[in-house]
């Protein structure tokens, strides 16, 4: 398997750019999502289109990845926080500057429907990215930990309604996952040959054991669009 790519250590006084590449924030959302990468002694910056409103989504196709590219391609910002998920980041994934995105690997920070940027940046640069959100004490601090290179170790909830799906043993390897429908769908799309040697992890709200089993049936076994 290719070497994973690292993105350097965040660290204090560096610029942040928060981006919408998919629905839009409201504005008591992005100003949340700036105050808390602020307090880690970060200086945070918006993208010129993260207010932007178009439908469902964060403005136009071709400015929300306008803005994922600009801060891609500035050595001076060091890391991406896409303001929320929502849907429209499958949108925009052959209009990412991956040249760019090798040339100057820096992380990309975000949940839900960003997950399909997770999986396109690692399928065309290998590059490692953090499934997290700014909001909340406990996925703040977990998305700081792994920024900063503290570290964070993923640990079963067991009053969660899938923590019976599971097996005993250890294993290593590259985590790859996020929102199980976009995962699902882009495992088919892609035939899943590009996440080889991977250990998979998915995130589903209020999913139970058979629904997320029915689910990768489905979606693995349908063929790619």
């Not at 004490?137 to 599971?166: K, N, Q």
């Not at 790859?176 to 992890?201: I, K, Q």
């Amino acid at each position: 398997m290719p070497t994973t790519l690292i993105p350097p250590r965040l660290t204090e006084g560096d610029r942040v750019r928060l981006v919408s590449p998919a629905s839009y924030p409201s504005e008591e959302l992005l100003a949340e999502s700036a105050r808390v990468p602020e307090s880690w002694g970060l200086v945070p910056e918006v993208g010129a289109h993260a207010l932007d409103r178009r439908g469902f989504l964060a403005g136009r196709d071709e400015d929300r990845a306008a803005d994922l590219n600009e801060a891609y391609r500035d050595p001076g910002v060091r890391a991406l926080f896409a303001t929320r998920g929502g849907a429209g980041a499958y949108r925009i994934v052959d209009l990412v500057d991956y040249d760019a995105v090798r040339a100057d690997p820096k992380p990309l920070v975000g949940f839900s429907d960003i997950t399909a940027l997770h999986l396109a940046l690692w399928r065309n640069c290998r590059i490692a990215g953090v499934h997290g959100f700014l909001s909340g004490a406990r996925s703040a601090e977990s998305t700081r930990a792994l920024l900063t290179g503290a570290g964070a170790v993923l640990r079963r909830d067991p009053a969660a309604l899938t923590a019976a799906v599971g097996f005993p043993g250890a294993a290593s390897g590259p985590v790859l996952g996020g929102h199980l429908g976009t995962v699902a769908g882009t495992w088919a799309r892609w035939r899943a040959r590009w996440a080889r040697g991977c250990r998979r992890w998915t995130a589903r709200s209020c999913s139970w054991r058979p629904r997320a089993a029915s689910g990768w049936g489905r979606w693995t076994g349908s063929s790619p669009s």
